[in-house]
Each structure stands twice: as C-alpha cells, then as structure tokens.
C-alpha cells in the first residue's frame, strides 16, 4: 500500500485517520473488493454498448420477476432514528466545518453528510470532511450536541466510477467509495452503532440490482470484521439513473437486511437519459429550465412507482432536494416567490408519498418541517401504499415535450462553466441565481448541451441552430462577463481554464459518461487540488 504525505496544515488529522490499525483494515477491504469494484464498472459499459448495438430499451427485468412477484418479503424494519426524517439538510460537504456545525445544531432531523454531489474530492477535502464527522461522533465539536441527541448522520461516500489517487493497493489506485467508506466505517461505526444512531449511508449512483449487492457483500464483510451485528448498517439507495429505476424492487431485495429505502431526485436521473440514450433523437431532453420538472410524466411516473416499490416492502421512500437559497428579508416579494415555489413543488412530492424530502438552505428548515406535518400523519407515510400506480416501461421512458430557448442554454453553460470553475478551485457546490448548484446540475446542464449539438436542435426564439460555433460563442460572451468580477490573475486562469474544458466536454464526439471522473482523472484537477501544498512535494510513502 502507498499513501501520499498529508496536505500542508492537515499533518494531525491525517496521522489520526491514518493509523497502523486503519491502513490494515483499509488494505483488507479494498484488496478483497477492487476486483468486484471493477467488474462492476466493466458491466455498466457492456450494457451500455448493447444498448446502443441492438437499439433496445430497458424493460422490468424477466429474470428477476419472482422476486417482484412474491408478496411475502419484506425489509428489516429501520431503527427508531430513521423513522421521522421528515426534512434533510442536503449537499453538506463536511469539509466546510462551520456549515457543518451549524447543520448539527439545526433543527434538520437528518444530514446527508456528503462526501459525493456536493464535495470536491481533494485530498485536503477528504481528510478534513472525514475528521470531522469523526469529531462530531466522538462529541468533540464544541457547541454540538451529543450525537445521539444531534441530527442523523446520513454518510454520502463518493460513487463507484470515482477513485483516490493518493492511495495506491497492489499497485492500484483505489476506488473512492471504498476509500471513503471504510475510513467512516473503522473510525465511526462501532460510536454510532453503540448510540443508536448509525451507521447510516447513502449509495450514489446505482444503476443495476448487482450493485447493490456488492454493496451488501461490503456491508456484511465490514460488520464481520469491526464486530457488529448484521444488519447493523443501513443504506438509502439514489435512484439517479434510469436503468435502476426498472430495478428498484430487485436493488431493495438485494440490500433487504440493510435497507434504509430509496431516494429520487431530478437532475442525475434526467442526465442520465443522455448518458444512455442520448445520441438518440427521439431522447432529446427538452430545455430543463422550462419544460423539465417532476409534474412530468416521466418523472412523476419514477417517483410513484419509488414510492409504491419501498412501502410495499417497509422502507422509507425519500425526495429530493430543494436547491432553493431563501432571501433573508422576511418581507420580499422575492422571499414570498422562493417560498410560494418550494411549497409547490414539496406538496407534490408529499402527496406522493414520500417520507421525507432535503433542504440545501437551513432557513427552509422549519417551513418545510412544518408544511410536512400539516399534510401528513405522523412519523412518515409507510402507510400509503399507493395501490392505484400501475407504471409502465412507456411511463419511464416517455420524453417531455418541448424545445430549447436561448435563456435555458445559456444558463447551462453558466453552469456548467461556474461548476468547473469550483471544482478547480476545490469546491464542489456554487451559488447562481439563488440556487446551489452541484455536479448534479452541473451533469445535466453540460448533458443537455452536448446533445442539443449533437441533434442540431433549433432555438425556439428565433430558429437558429445550437451549433458548435453558437456554444462556443456564448461560452466566450459568458467568460468575458466573468472575468469582470474576477478578483486575481489565478482566478481568471481557473476560469478561463473551465471555459475551455467546458468545450472539450460538451464538443466531444462521445459523451464522458460522468463530469466528475472526467474532472478527476485531469491533470488540471489533479494540479488545482494540491494548491497551498509544498511546491517539492516527498514521494508517496511506502507502507
């Protein structure tokens, strides 16, 4: 195993989570599931190349169809700390110490403690994000209450397709889940076991029912190894892509025993309809800013189908997050507007059924808890069973009807081009009109950018085409706009540099399947995330 040297001013954090003992038990489990990791990876790509050979459509699968048939099976019931999450504080990259506090002293019943969607991976991040929640299970955060007493602690470890390049095992460089994961795992989960209060996770990015159980493999392993009983780990599945969404039934089977339900959310799993099937005309994703929203049929069609699939099993279903920054002044008619428009699009969600749903903003906290216990009854809505959804393949796969407007592919260069920009600079969340954005946003923003290109959509305002050279030239107008708030050279550099990858990723030929390992994997971003390390940095030590 080789390890690199701890980035500068976080020399004690990395010897803490660093241990003799930790190394051991990281090496053991990344060793015995690398090779799984990666045949994982190699499935995604083989199904992917069917589909675009044969021209098929994903469908509910035959050979599981025992499993969604048989009434019997049930999950294990979730502990007493999951049953009421009614409102989530979302995207907290526990790297951002304050705003972490802050959340632990909220009135949020949960965190989703983000290591994924929201963080930047740099090593700096990592270290400090895990020591951290290390901090706070321990009840060494001053301020904080007990963790038993505290918000629950829902840990995000980065998705399979994502790998840490500052640890090497047998010669590889490690999966970042892995990484993440038994890191929170060695250090956390006997604590939170022992106050009822974990370990709890959330798996980004699962597209097959196989994935899942790896997953439940890994949980099994981990618990044998540390001690705890089976079962004791308990894990929401996101449903962010549209594969997974026919698998949904077979993904909570699979993961039965360590189930926390499953989530959806609106950006990943509309982006991933241009991951799969997007160099397909009749998939073109209209503009998401005017004619993408959960009122669509393919849209609502998933998330009652969630519902359905994790109530009639006993788990919790979950909704997305409100992105939503909420004005401070109590008496703006832009305050009453964000408020009036969160409202909406959470009755829909309540409605459907959902347990509970994620704020990013904690000022939304209290509305949002209170708007939940005004429509519902209860700790949660495990009751609703939702016997009137009859989804069909047809229902999921449906394309919204409507076009592009010029507002709407400006606005996803912007984002696109402002996400990389943060990610450069080591931040994996930004603000922009009110809203955060993550890579999420930032996944269908570029997505729906290359595809536009790609089937040389028409500008509802006046016809023209979205060109190469149309993209080009607005990325440019919008870099020029930029650049006038810059504040020093190096943040002109970063963002002309995003600019400019912004354009490789969305000219490409094929699509990167993810922004963020294509970001990874860069030598810009392997350059930007030892920024404010030693210029002659020691070779990686050999353990």
């Known amino acids: 195993m080789e390890l690199s040297p701890p980035p500068s001013g976080l020399e004690a954090e990395h010897a803490a989570l660093f241990t003799t003992a930790s190394l051991h038990f990281l090496h053991e489990l990344i060793s015995t599931f690398d090779d799984e990791v990666d045949q994982i990876l190699g499935l995604r790509v083989s199904r992917k190349v069917h589909l675009d050979l044969s021209g098929d459509l994903p469908d509910f699968l035959e050979s599981t169809a025992h499993i969604r048939t048989d009434p019997t099976w049930k999950v294990l019931p979730v502990p007493q700390r999951l049953r009421k999450r009614h409102v989530d504080i979302g995207d907290m990259?526990?790297?951002?110490?304050?705003?972490?506090?802050?959340?632990?002293?909220s009135s949020a019943q949960g965190i989703q403690v983000d290591f994924d969607d929201g963080n930047c991976p740099?090593?700096?991040?990592?270290i400090k994000g895990i020591h951290n929640v290390i901090q706070a299970v321990n009840n060494q955060i001053p301020g904080v209450p007990d963790i038993s007493q505290a918000p629950v602690l829902m840990l995000r470890p980065r998705a399979l397709n994502m790998v840490e390049d500052n640890m090497m095992v047998e010669g590889k460089e490690t999966p970042g889940p892995l990484f993440d994961f038994g890191l929170l795992m060695f250090h956390c989960g006997k604590k939170l076991f022992e106050h009822k209060s974990g370990p709890f996770f959330y798996l980004s990015k699962v597209e097959s029912f196989m994935e899942a159980r790896?997953?439940?493999k890994i949980f099994v392993w981990t618990q044998q190894k540390l001690g705890?009983?089976?079962?004791?780990i308990k894990a929401t599945v996101l449903i962010e892509n549209v594969l997974a969404s026919f698998e949904m039934e077979e993904i909570v089977y699979e993961l039965r025993e360590h189930s926390a339900g499953l989530n959806c959310g609106i950006w990943d799993y509309s982006a991933s309809f241009v991951n799969k099937f997007g160099h397909r005309q009749a998939f073109l994703l209209p503009d998401r800013s005017k004619y993408v929203n959960m009122e669509k049929r393919f849209l609502h069609s998933y998330m009652d189908l969630l519902v359905q699939t994790c109530h009639r099993r006993g788990a919790l279903a979950t909704g997305g997050m409100a992105a939503a920054l909420l004005p401070q002044d109590m008496h703006a008619d832009a305050r009453t507007k964000v408020l009036a428009n969160v409202t909406r699009l959470k009755l829909l969600e309540i409605a459907a059924g959902v347990d509970g749903f994620m704020v990013y903003d904690l000022n939304l906290l209290k509305p949002m808890q209170d708007l939940f216990q005004k429509h519902t009854d209860g700790d949660n809505q495990l009751h609703v069973l939702r016997d009137d959804v009859k989804v069909t393949p047809k229902d999921l796969l449906v394309m919204p009807s409507g076009g592009v407007t010029?507002?709407?592919?400006?606005?996803?260069?912007?984002?696109g081009v402002l996400f990389i920009s943060a990610w450069l600079s080591g931040k994996g969340?930004?603000?922009?009109?009110?809203?955060?954005?993550?890579?999420?946003?930032a996944e269908i923003s570029r997505s729906q950018v290359w595809q536009w290109i790609r089937h040389q959509a028409h500008l509802e305002d006046d016809g023209s085409l979205v060109s190469r050279r149309l993209v080009t030239e607005l990325t440019q107008e919008l870099r020029r706009e930029l650049r006038r708030s810059c504040s020093s050279a190096r943040t002109e550099q970063t963002l002309d540099t995003a600019a400019d990858m912004f354009l490789e990723v969305v000219l490409k030929r094929r699509f990167p399947e993810f922004i963020t390992s294509y970001l990874s994997q860069d030598h810009t971003f392997l350059n930007a995330q030892r920024a404010g390390q030693e210029e002659t940095r020691p070779q990686p030590a050999k353990l």
């Open 214 to 216: 790896l997953w439940n």
């Open 429 to 441: 969340h930004f603000f922009y009109r009110g809203q955060v954005e993550d890579s999420a946003t």
């Open 122 to 126: 740099t090593f700096y991040n990592q």
């Open 93 to 105: 990259a526990p790297c951002d110490t304050q705003r972490f506090i802050r959340a632990l002293q």
């Open 406 to 415: 010029l507002h709407g592919l400006k606005y996803n260069i912007a984002v």
């Open 228 to 232: 705890l009983p089976l079962g004791s």
